[in-house]
């Protein structure tokens, strides 16, 4: 495979604090070259050895591709009508769901993948290089089966979220339906997973019943997610840490003892904050569990109900403005925080040995993403080395 160096890179993110200044490792006029689908050698650009082909990126600024570690791509139909009524004053609840699930299990395999192949591509071009999807629009052995399988097909980092609410059919009889998610749909919906997730909340799965759903999941080699404490203060977080689970998402509504607890394990808080801008739901508090030293992601959570997007651009600048994050620290959450809630080590960052996901945006610095919001800024990408998006500038 050839090299290629990229040269003249005015800001580049490396988040590498040996190879730049603070946290993120910034180098100023930089170079980077790609060897073999990874990084090889990052440095001065006046340093850079010579390599097969060249980019010269007149001054633009360089970022690992963003980590979307939380989104639900596999279902059918739209909520616009619902989000329309809720900004009119109708509060979120869980139960508009229940839409998406009808039009899931109505929709082919065929409708199915493309909707989740546009959204994909659509990630892709806003930068994000790794994307992790979620089943959990089924909710049927058959359904939830077809969808992990629809999004193995489309990245390794597949999510069986069966216990997303309780069906119709299952009305008032949620034991009932998380028995059966334990005992038939995890192990046949386990080989196409790598994580299971539920959604511990009121008006979805309370603690016991999650419990008894990741356990069953663990038992199957499947390892632990959770959305917790989105509406309400609850037992979400607990159980997370409790379980080792990788991550809990959401985080809006937490006390003291949640953000100690956090601070306490290995597991990332991942904030969503286009769900919190779609419903009007209180952002997470992102400073307290900075403050108190928690890992942080950033996801856009794209979904067809409460946060319909794909943009972790907006997500980064949405952190900066309502979240009182700082541009360093949302740019970290987008990238190195999305690859700590998937336990990967090898994006993220870009060091030597890293694969080389890398983006280059339409402005001289990382800044620009929270201080232009709503550009498109993102000119290049590159995923594994390869060129996949080269937005066309044009100059006048």
């Known amino acids: 495979m050839p090299t290629t160096v990229l040269s003249n890179i005015g800001t580049l993110v490396t988040n590498d604090p040996a190879l730049g200044e603070g946290p993120l490792g910034i180098r100023r006029t930089a170079a980077l070259v790609i060897d073999g689908g990874h990084v090889a050698w990052v440095g001065d650009s006046a340093a850079a050895p010579a390599a097969d082909a060249g980019v010269d990126l007149d001054g633009r600024a360089v970022l690992p591709g963003f980590v979307e570690s939380h989104a639900h791509l596999v279902f059918a139909g739209d909520r616009a009508e619902e989000f329309t009524a809720r900004m009119a004053g109708r509060p ?16 082919s395999d065929e409708q199915l993948t493309v909707n989740a192949r546009r959204l994909l591509d659509e990630s892709l071009r806003a930068g994000s290089t790794t994307v992790e999807c979620k089943s959990g629009y089924g909710q049927t ?76 999941g663990i038992a199957h080699g499947l390892v632990p997610r959770v959305h917790g404490n989105q509406l309400h203060q609850g037992p979400g977080v607990r159980l997370a840490v409790e379980l080792g689970a990788a991550s ?44 108190a030293g928690v890992t942080v992601a950033l996801g856009a959570d794209c979904n067809p109900g409460t946060s319909y997007t794909t943009s ?85």
Do not use: K
């Open 92 to 107: 979120y609840g869980a139960g508009g769901i229940r839409t998406t699930i009808e039009a899931t299990r109505a929709a």
């Open 141 to 216: 052995v058959a359904d939830e089966l077809r969808s992990v399988q629809i999004a193995a097909r489309c990245t390794d980092e597949v999510t069986l979220l069966a216990a997303h609410v309780t069906p119709p059919e299952y009305a008032g009889r949620a034991d009932d339906y998380v028995t059966m998610v334990c005992e038939e749909m995890i192990p046949r919906c386990a080989p196409y997973a790598r994580w299971i997730d539920v959604f511990c909340e009121q008006g979805a799965f309370d603690r016991d019943q999650a419990r008894a759903v990741l356990t069953a």
């Open 248 to 291: 809990v998402d959401h985080v809006s509504r937490v006390n003291r003892a949640d953000i100690d607890a956090l601070a306490g394990g290995d597991t990332v808080a991942t904030l969503l904050p286009g769900a919190d801008f779609c419903t009007r739901n209180s952002y997470p508090d992102a400073r307290a569990l900075l403050d």
């Open 312 to 396: 972790l651009p907006f997500c980064i600048a949405l952190a900066v403005r309502e979240l009182r994050m700082t541009p360093d620290e949302a740019v970290s959450a987008a990238t190195a925080g999305g690859a700590a809630a998937l336990r990967r080590t090898d994006i993220g960052a870009l060091s030597p040995g890293f694969r080389a996901d890398v983006i280059a945006l339409d402005a001289p610095s990382h800044l620009h993403l929270a201080y232009r919001p709503g550009v498109p800024l993102i000119s290049r990408v590159w995923r594994d080395g390869v060129l996949v998006v080269a937005n066309r500038v044009v100059s006048q």
